[in-house]
């Protein structure tokens, strides 16, 4: 039996392929340096795992309404209505599991086959294989160097046309690291009102910043009715496998969103609900805690790689990804992930795993140790003076 046609259209995750061999080489013997996952190496705190174990005691093993637990949804409009500076609802916050159904049933419920969206690259690769996979066309905006991962307006203003119905953002930014600005972000927004699109907003790294602060574009004025912001617990507080997100839509959406819900996933985890909501609601320090050692991280990260000839990498503003130039070595970044992977037993990624703007760079996760990460960087540099 063959696949449905659609199925050709549907990308994946390089990470997660990367990951798996490397696990592989590791089962051989060999010692191998993980940098290519985005997750955090620190455990759930542990009064998020408390009130999860109470609430399974407590019987929240069942159903729940398909948009999520009301105390959570009110949590969830609670907590971004203060960080993010205007009023969100709990009627227009629907509880996902994880955030990438939000990607999914956003461009499910608004794209028609034909239509152009428009989506970061280097980026987040869902994005580009969801938009391919509705029948709809990717209109990549490329990210630049030289203005520390933004886009340039003039290219955003190129990729607009009749056919645009959605706009993907992402800051702070997978894979760069980078951060938009309020200037950008006004931009965006006057753009969206002129030609009437849509913007998906993945903030799902706005928690962890290091320079600047984070910005929504629902903050600015008329965009709460075009905007679909993205969010979840995944990065904030360890919980990659708990599957934990949420998507807060225009209110006349909504109802579509939830269908989708139904048709798909019933609903989310409850007991998973309300750890999410002791999250929101309970002591911060753990998270402040983790973007602290990112920070020491980051800053050791980038001041390795920068001594190593042939490479430039841009301090990051957050997220716990660098992006590195590595377009003078004499190895294409592709095979140089691959060659590092082999050779030193460094897993990472080739900028290109992120879209054709990510040629000439590799990323780099530095959610790992310390320690693992100046190892990794001393077999880096090890290797690249071989070639």
Not at 279 to 286: I, K, R, V, W
Not at 344 to 363: C, I, M, N
Request: glycine share 8%.
């Amino acid at each position: 039996m063959e696949f449905a046609e659609r199925m050709s259209r549907l990308g994946t995750e390089s990470a997660f392929d990367v990951f798996a061999k490397a696990k592989r080489l590791e089962a051989q013997g060999r010692s191998i340096i993980h940098l290519e996952i985005g997750q955090p190496d620190f455990p759930t705190p542990f009064p998020i795992c408390e009130a999860a174990f109470q609430a399974m005691k407590d019987g929240f093993t069942g159903y729940t309404p398909a948009a999520g637990l009301p105390e959570l949804r009110s949590a969830i409009a609670q907590h971004l209505s203060v960080s993010r500076g205007v009023d969100i609802y709990p009627n227009t916050v629907v509880v996902t599991p994880g955030a990438k159904p939000v990607i999914f049933f956003t461009l499910m419920a608004l794209v028609n086959e034909g239509d152009e969206v428009i989506y970061p690259d280097p980026g987040f690769p869902i994005y580009e294989s969801v938009i391919n996979f509705v029948g709809a066309k990717g209109v990549p905006l490329p990210l630049r160097e030289d203005v520390e991962f933004r886009f340039h307006l003039e290219d955003l203003q190129d990729a607009i046309s009749d056919r645009t119905r959605l706009l993907i953002l992402n800051s702070p930014q997978n894979p760069t690291g980078g951060l938009l600005q309020a200037d950008d972000l006004a931009a965006i927004a006057e753009l969206a009102h002129h030609h009437n699109f849509y913007v998906l907003s993945d903030e799902i790294y706005s928690r962890i910043l290091y320079e600047g602060k984070h910005i929504s574009i629902i903050q600015f004025p008329g965009m709460k009715s075009r905007t679909i912001l993205l969010d979840g617990y995944s990065k904030t507080y360890a919980m990659t496998g708990w599957r934990l997100g949420y998507g807060v839509y225009p209110e006349h959406l909504v109802e579509g969103i939830v269908r989708l819900m139904i048709n798909s996933n019933s609903c989310t985890c409850a007991f998973t609900q309300i750890a999410g909501i002791e999250a929101l609601t309970g002591s911060q320090d753990c998270v402040d805690q983790m973007v602290a050692e990112f920070q020491r991280r980051r800053d050791a990260t980038v001041e390795g790689l920068n001594a190593i000839a042939g490479i430039h990498c841009l301090k990051p503003a957050g997220a716990f990804y660098v992006f590195p130039n590595v377009s003078q070595l004499p190895l294409h970044c592709d095979d140089l992930a691959t060659y590092l992977l082999e050779e030193a037993g460094v897993s990472l990624l080739s900028g290109t795993a992120f879209g054709q703007f990510g040629e000439g760079y590799l990323r780099i996760s530095y959610a790992n140790s310390l320690e693992n990460i100046q190892e990794g960087i001393r077999r880096i540099e090890t290797a690249i003076v071989k070639l």
